[in-house]
């Protein structure tokens, strides 16, 4: 059986604020989030508290829903900037999505929007896990990561159903 992990949305809260304070002290200035869905937009908006710059979205599809932990043969494009923004012409963005975990989509994200007129392409991603990556985050590609987590899997507030429940799980650590 899968290890397991529950974090709550103080939890979260807290990385995101700790992630928000490495992405200022880079020493680039990003003017926009480009969230990757469904995973990226709800850590893009609490970044947007404290960075104080606009969210755009991309939505990709890897991960079978039905199958927990499965993966499709290959990244496909849901939702995407297309035509990119005249306003993000030049920009420098922050990719954001909620974990570093097989660094495929992540890949396909940077390896598209590297196709597009922009100044710098950062990465931010609230949990980056400790495993071999089968994807790989192309050459000067800033990084940032709140923090990194064995590879278990992560169940996040947002998807729960109970939160109540969920929070209890929390509360009691992994399993």
């Known amino acids: ?3 397991k992990i529950w974090y709550t949305y103080d939890d979260i809260h807290r990385v995101i604020k700790g992630l928000a304070e490495k992405i200022r002290n880079s020493g680039i200035k990003y ?11 709800i850590p893009a908006r609490m970044l947007r ?8 979205a991309v939505t990709t599809a890897y991960y079978d829903n039905d199958h927990e932990g499965k993966v499709t043969n290959e990244v496909k494009k ?7 923004p005249e306003v993000l012409k030049g920009k420098n963005v922050l990719v954001i999505d909620e974990v570093d975990d097989s ?13 597009e007129d922009f100044d710098t392409i950062g990465v ?14 192309p050459e000067n590609i800033p990084y940032f990561s709140g923090i990194t987590v064995e590879d278990w899997w992560i169940n996040y507030p947002w998807d729960a159903l109970d939160i109540d429940q969920h929070n209890e799980l929390a509360a009691k650590g992994r399993n």
């Open 124 to 137: 931010a991603v609230l949990h980056e896990k400790i495993k071999a990556k089968a994807g790989k985050i």
């Open 78 to 84: 849901i939702q995407w900037l297309d035509p990119l």
């Open 103 to 115: 660094r495929v989509t992540m890949e396909f994200c940077l390896t598209e929007l590297q196709k």
């Open 49 to 56: 508290c404290f960075l104080e710059i606009p969210i755009y």
């Open 31 to 41: 003017d926009a989030m480009i969230a990757i869905g469904g995973g990226g937009f």
């Open 1 to 3: 059986m899968t290890q």
